[in-house]
């Protein structure tokens, strides 16, 4: 009767042995390989970017990208108080302001008693507007 448990554990823990490195070997295999983010600054192209680095500002970016209506191509929130656009080639030279502002607008109603900043970038990546919210005087300044 010893004999015979102790056949059985022994075969038991081989199982769980090969089970085990089986497995192992199985899914240890896509992890050798370095995980590169899009936004890794050793690539060298763009891809689009994490919307934010909070869950607040990730559901932002990806709100404003969803109701931009094709005017915005990809947008990212950074600290709850940077807004980064890209705007599509639609976008004409006189709706980038105006486009600004009512992001702006929409910024501080999402993370009000803020210094805001939004940064419009063209379609090839290049800022083209900075617009700044001071909250306590609750001016724009325009760059």
Not at 87 to 99: M, N
Not at 101 to 125: C, M, R
Request: contains cysteine.
């Amino acid at each position: 009767m010893i004999l015979f448990r102790r056949l059985r554990t022994t075969f038991i823990t081989l199982s769980l042995v090969l089970l085990l490195l089986v497995t192992t070997t199985a899914c240890g295999g896509s992890s050798v390989q370095a995980y590169q983010s899009p936004t890794s600054p050793y690539t060298n192209t763009y891809s689009q970017l994490e919307r934010g680095n909070t869950s607040a500002g990730q559901n932002y970016g990806n709100w404003v990208v969803q109701t931009a209506q094709g005017m915005i191509q990809d947008a990212y929130v950074r600290d709850n108080d940077k807004l980064g656009v890209v705007i599509s080639p639609d976008v004409r030279p006189h709706e980038v302001r105006p486009l600004a502002k009512s992001l702006l607008q929409g910024f501080e109603k999402n993370f009000p008693n803020h210094d805001l900043t939004v940064l419009v970038y063209a379609p090839d990546k290049k800022l083209i507007l900075t617009a700044k919210y001071n909250n306590l005087a609750r001016q724009v300044e325009y760059q």
